[in-house]
């Protein structure tokens, strides 16, 4: 399916990376407030952290950080994790693969309901996404998604060429792409983790994540190029 004609966001991210499950929540809530909910995609690329670093998703960077993007927007859906430190989902690849499977044969509107759905199942209701039957139920139950269709994708591997080829791309030398999450604008605009300003106090994983700024109306900014006066 080509969905290159459909106005889109395009949203480098970690499906495992709080920040991103703030920027996403905020981009959801600005497009409906802007008025812009059936005339807006969000066009997800994979930025697969473990790919990047070279690790598998890290439980204590994630324990500092949860707490303090809670505490910025809490409208997201957060709790401390709940099942055993051993059903901590290591790998985030089987997520980022479904959106990426449903996006090439369902479109752009079904694979931005189960980006959503799969980090809600993460941040929200602790969901082992490592396991694709989590990630096949959290489908089930978001709507808009042929799961039938994701089960066969993953079966062929639909979406793992593409997760490996955007992660290649975004590591390119000439990569515009900073991290996850990084927003970017059919207008040319783009944005690193939109308004917020953070610094680690400590070492990385040892330490704790403090805001320095926090601007959630950036978001506004940022979707104007799709309001009729812009």
């Keep these: 399916m080509d969905t290159a004609v459909e106005p889109a966001v395009v949203v480098w991210s970690d ?6 499950h703030v920027a996403v929540a905020r981009l959801w ?8 909910a059936h005339a807006v995609r969000f ?5 697969p952290l473990e790919l990047v670093n070279g690790r598998p998703t890290p439980k204590r960077v994630l324990d500092a950080e949860v707490p303090v993007t809670h505490a910025i927007e809490p409208g997201a859906g957060w709790q401390v994790w709940q099942r055993p430190d051993s059903e901590w989902p290591a790998s985030s690849l089987p997520a980022l693969e479904a959106v990426q499977a449903v996006k090439q044969s369902q479109g752009l509107a079904a694979a931005e309901a189960l980006d959503r759905a799969l980090r809600r199942a993460l941040f929200a209701e ?7 039957s ?11 998604v042929d799961v039938d269709d994701l089960d066969e994708g993953f079966r062929t591997g ?51 994540p403090i805001i320095e700024a926090d601007d959630p109306s950036v978001y506004e900014k940022l979707l104007a190029c799709f309001t009729p006066a812009a």
């Design 43 to 47: 066009d997800h690329r994979a930025f």
């Design 158 to 208: 639909r979406g793992r060429a593409a997760v490996v080829a955007q992660w290649q791309a975004s590591q390119a030398e000439d990569s515009p792409v900073k991290g996850s999450p990084h927003v970017f604008l059919p207008d040319g605009t783009d944005a690193h983790n939109p308004g917020v300003v953070m610094h680690w106090a400590g070492e990385h994983g040892k330490g704790f």
């Design 29 to 36: 809530r600005y497009r409906e407030r802007l008025g812009l």
């Design 134 to 144: 989590e990630v096949l139920d959290a489908a089930r139950r978001c709507g808009g």
């Design 15 to 20: 499906i495992a990376c709080p920040w991103a």
């Design 126 to 132: 602790s969901r082992c996404l490592s396991v694709w």
